[in-house]
């Protein structure tokens, strides 16, 4: 099952190579939300590996993304006890387009929309 999350990218960590086989690389979003007139700030830590490390390289600290995530847990035994450990392993993210962006128009209007080209009607009626 697949989640996802929005929130403005804090931290990128370096790649860590684990194995001779196996890398990681992690980054932390902040999520802040309004709830019942409470501010409420949550911090998300994500895991990337192998050929997603590179991912967080094509964004800015404090930029807003959307990352798409798998949750992934392991557990194993250390010294007579269980231990256990869960992931976010992100498998993409996105840059979020608010509407306001220098790069986006503020609004748009009918005399914006490009005139029909070669457009055959052939509707009955």
Known sequence: MSYEI??????????????E??????FVIEK????NGRS???????????DKTAMPDR??????????FN???TKW?????????????AWRMETLKLQGDADMPASSNYNDIPPAADVVDDLPF
Do not use: H, P, S
């Open 6 to 19: 929005t929130g403005k990218l804090i931290a990128k960590f370096d790649i860590v190579q684990r194995t």
């Open 21 to 26: 086989t196996f890398k990681t690389r992690e």
């Open 32 to 35: 802040t939300e309004d709830i």
């Open 40 to 50: 409420i700030t949550n911090y998300a830590k994500f895991q990337c590996v192998q």
């Open 59 to 68: 964004f800015n600290l404090g930029d807003e993304v959307k990352v798409m």
């Open 71 to 73: 949750i992934k847990g």
């Open 77 to 89: 035994m250390k010294d007579g006890r269980e231990n256990y450990i869960t992931n976010l392993d």
